[in-house]
């Protein structure tokens, strides 16, 4: 960058004011550099600064600018940093007087100093950290932190960039005086569990040539909100479960699962109060589906079980369990008498009903289907007239004279295995019918009688006896 030379001498009031000089140079010139020819463009000649013993004064200046008599040339002295000297003011400039004697004459000298782009923006801090919740609306807005740059003019701050910009959109805000007051707006509604980080970069530009900037990053971290609610893993499980298995007996697992963090997904299961609540239970935090009480088949087969699966921060869904009951061989047959004869008479024809019984077991299948039998060795038979009644008969001719009481068993076993069986003893008197007629026990007898026996002498006993 070149600098210039604007001069003009004038004629002032004051007799020794003999007239002014000013210089336009940039800051930042090297030590020894030269300023301007000022014994030329005060149309003095060097002899003169010479006998004039030309000197230059001013309270402070003399540290930047020396004068060389002998050349008659202002020479910077020591380094110029405009910012130093002059902070944010456009306009800055070193004032001073050159003095000379013989006759005395003073002279008055501006030195400009113009600004080169020597500052970047900066920023005070190299990162910000925003915590922003999912739940933000567009339009939201975020004060960011402004930069600095000590330059002036175009060489001074001209403008910001936010990048990337997906979510976040910069909007610059000019408050009078060139304060510009800077803001990131949300512009895509953020989403947790899409994305939970994002790490921007701010650049500060300024409009010097060539162009100088800074950067800071923004970190934002999204927080939680409840905007998810737990999902079971099924809609419905279907499980199978023995009837008489153990309380504690793990049915199932239910699992759900939610997509927020911390206690917007933490989820508890429970199964709300019911006929199923008193014989399942859920653990709270595993799902673990148990039974907590007794089940049979004989009484329910099939149980619905909803379970609910909530968050901690109120939102809920429901899941249902169908346990299906097995069946166990665990009742045995029942046996009922409906009706018995306790006597019977010896004459009945075989075939003759004893007794009528009805059989229930109320298992299922196998282990429900149940069959009947009698002791060995008796002269009666069971039958199985219709489903689950069954009789007993006569089977072939009875005989008091034989056997005049039965104890008749009655044992009914199911199919299941292992098979259950139950018995029941029906005792029977055989009555008596005139079916014997006396009999002799001998053929013929033959007896003596000598003579002069005496009355009421036995000759022989005849013999005989019925059965009856
Ligand atoms: C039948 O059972 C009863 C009682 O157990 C017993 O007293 C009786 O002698 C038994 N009768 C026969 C014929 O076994
Ligand atoms: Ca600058
Ligand atoms: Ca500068």
């Given at each position: 960058?070149?600098?210039?030379?604007?001069?003009?001498?004038?004629?002032?009031?004051l007799?020794?004011?003999?007239?002014?000089?000013?210089?336009?140079?940039?800051?930042?010139?090297?030590?020894?550099?030269?300023?301007g020819n000022i014994?030329?463009?005060?149309?003095?000649?060097?002899?003169r600064?010479?006998?004039?013993?030309?000197?230059i004064?001013?309270?402070?200046?003399?540290?930047?600018?020396?004068?060389?008599?002998?050349?008659?040339?202002?020479?910077?002295?020591?380094?110029?940093?405009?910012?130093?000297?002059?902070?944010?003011?456009?306009?800055?400039?070193?004032?001073?007087?050159?003095i000379?004697?013989?006759p005395?004459?003073?002279?008055?000298?501006?030195?400009?100093?113009?600004?080169?782009n020597?500052?970047p923006?900066?920023?005070?801090?190299?990162?910000?950290?925003?915590?922003?919740?999912?739940?933000?609306?567009?339009?939201?807005r975020?004060?960011l932190?402004?930069?600095?740059?000590?330059?002036?003019?175009?060489?001074?701050?001209d403008?910001y960039?936010?990048?990337?910009?997906?979510?976040?959109?910069?909007?610059?805000?000019?408050?009078?005086?060139?304060?510009?007051?800077?803001?990131?707006?949300?512009?895509?509604?953020?989403?947790?569990?899409t994305?939970?980080?994002?790490?921007l970069?701010l650049?500060?530009?300024?409009?010097?040539?060539p162009?100088?900037?800074?950067?800071?990053?923004?970190?934002?971290?999204?927080?939680d909100?409840?905007d998810n609610?737990?999902?079971?893993?099924?809609?419905?499980?279907?499980?199978?479960?023995?009837?008489?298995?153990?309380?504690?007996?793990?049915?199932?697992?239910?699992?759900?699962?939610?997509?927020?963090?911390?206690n917007?997904?933490k989820?508890?299961?429970?199964?709300?109060?019911?006929?199923?609540?008193n014989?399942?239970?859920?653990?709270p935090?595993?799902?673990?589906l148990?039974l907590?009480g007794?089940?049979?088949?004989?009484?329910?087969?099939?149980?619905?079980?909803d379970?609910?699966?909530?968050?901690?921060?109120?939102?809920s869904?429901?899941?249902k369990?169908?346990?299906?009951?097995?069946?166990?061989?665990?009742?045995?047959?029942?046996?009922?008498?409906?009706?018995?004869?306790?006597?019977v008479?010896?004459?009945?024809?075989?075939?003759?009903?004893l007794?009528?019984?009805?059989?229930?077991?109320?298992?299922?299948?196998e282990?429900?289907k149940?069959m009947?039998?009698?002791n060995d060795?008796?002269?009666?038979?069971?039958?199985?007239s219709s489903?689950?009644?069954?009789?007993?008969v006569?089977?072939s001719?009875?005989?008091?004279?034989r056997?005049?009481?039965?104890?008749?068993?009655?044992?009914?076993?199911?199919?299941g295995?292992?098979?259950?069986?139950?018995?029941?003893t029906?005792?029977?008197q055989?009555?008596?019918v005139?079916?014997?007629?006396?009999?002799f026990?001998?053929?013929?007898?033959?007896?003596?009688?000598?003579?002069?026996?005496?009355?009421?002498?036995?000759?022989?006993?005849?013999?005989?006896?019925?059965a009856?």
């Amino acid at each position: 960058m070149g600098w210039q030379v604007l001069f003009f001498i004038s004629v002032l009031s004051l007799d020794a004011v003999q007239g002014q000089v000013s210089y336009s140079i940039p800051e930042e010139m090297n030590k020894g550099a030269s300023i301007g020819n000022i014994a030329h463009d005060l149309g003095l000649g060097v002899d003169r600064l010479q006998s004039g013993k030309a000197r230059i004064y001013s309270g402070n200046t003399e540290e930047y600018i020396e004068l060389k008599r002998e050349r008659g040339v202002l020479l910077i002295k020591d380094r110029i940093d405009r910012e130093t000297l002059c902070g944010q003011t456009m306009q800055c400039a070193l004032h001073f007087q050159m003095i000379l004697e013989n006759p005395m004459e003073f002279y008055t000298v501006t030195v400009e100093i113009t600004d080169i782009n020597d500052n970047p923006p900066t920023f005070e801090r190299s990162e910000m950290k925003y915590e922003i919740s999912e739940s933000a609306l567009t339009g939201a807005r975020f004060i960011l932190e402004k930069a600095i740059d000590n330059d002036v003019g175009v060489n001074g701050l001209d403008s910001y960039a936010l990048n990337p910009s997906d979510n976040f959109v910069l909007k610059t805000i000019s408050r009078g005086e060139g304060t510009k007051h800077i803001e990131m707006v949300l512009q895509k509604p953020l989403d947790r569990e899409t994305r939970e980080h994002f790490s921007l970069i701010l650049t500060a530009l300024d409009g010097g040539e060539p162009q100088l900037s800074g950067t800071m990053q923004i970190t934002i971290t999204v927080l939680d909100a409840n905007d998810n609610a737990p999902v079971c893993s099924k809609p419905e499980y279907t499980e199978s479960v023995k009837e008489n298995a153990a309380i504690g007996t793990v049915i199932t697992t239910v699992s759900a699962t939610d997509m927020d963090k911390g206690n917007n997904g933490k989820i508890a299961y429970a199964i709300p109060k019911s006929a199923a609540s008193n014989l399942f239970d859920i653990d709270p935090e595993s799902g673990v589906l148990a039974l907590k009480g007794k089940i049979d088949y004989e009484k329910r087969r099939v149980y619905e079980i909803d379970v609910q699966v909530s968050d901690q921060a109120g939102l809920s869904d429901a899941c249902k369990v169908i346990v299906e009951v097995k069946d166990e061989n665990d009742n045995p047959p029942s046996i009922n008498i409906m009706s018995k004869s306790n006597t019977v008479s010896e004459n009945m024809k075989p075939g003759t009903v004893l007794t009528m019984l009805n059989i229930q077991d109320p298992d299922s299948n196998e282990n429900g289907k149940v069959m009947c039998i009698l002791n060995d060795n008796l002269p009666f038979a069971i039958k199985s007239s219709s489903n689950n009644f069954f009789t007993v008969v006569t089977d072939s001719d009875l005989d008091r004279e034989r056997a005049s009481e039965y104890n008749i068993t009655v044992t009914c076993s199911d199919e299941g295995v292992p098979a259950l069986s139950s018995s029941v003893t029906l005792t029977l008197q055989i009555s008596d019918v005139n079916d014997n007629a006396p009999v002799f026990e001998r053929s013929s007898y033959e007896g003596y009688i000598v003579e002069n026996n005496t009355p009421g002498f036995s000759i022989f006993t005849v013999k005989a006896t019925d059965a009856d």
